[in-house]
Nanobody
Framework: QVQLVESGGGLVQAGGSLRLSCAAS????????MGWYRQVPGKERELVAT???????NYSDAVKGRFTISRDNAKNTVYLQMNSLKPEDTANYYC???????????????WGQGTLVTVSS
């Protein structure tokens, strides 16, 4: 099975920066798209950014121009560089990967445990 472990969350002032990391481990044959999502209590989880294995990226309008997603395929790791943070970016951030453990298996969605980002005004 594939596991995801996030790191890098914390408390930062508005206008500051944070970098999140998410490393995949376990029985990995292939990872397709990786991404970051966020959720505020009482609201639905929303897309932040995704990146394909070919390094094509997609961002939500809320973070476009401020956040940058990147990926190291050799390390099975995805990063999220967050700049110009705003209080409304406060949320639990979750890493996601579409991965398969066997050559002839199916891709499954795997989620990390989440890391809290708090932006103070």
């Amino acid at each position: 099975q594939v596991q995801l472990v996030e790191s890098g969350g914390g408390l930062v002032q508005a206008g500051g920066s944070l970098r999140l990391s998410c490393a995949a481990s376990g029985r990995i044959f292939s990872i397709d798209t990786m991404g970051w999502y966020r959720q505020v209590p009482g609201k639905e989880r929303e897309l932040v950014a995704t990146i394909t294995s070919g390094l094509s990226t997609n961002y939500s309008d809320a973070v476009k121009g401020r956040f940058t997603i990147s990926r190291d395929n050799a390390k099975n790791t995805v990063y999220l560089q967050m700049n110009s943070l705003k209080p409304e970016d406060t949320a639990n951030y979750y890493c996601n990967a579409r991965a398969k453990s066997l050559r002839f298996g199916s891709y499954r969605d795997v989620w990390g445990q989440g890391t809290l980002v708090t932006v103070s005004s």
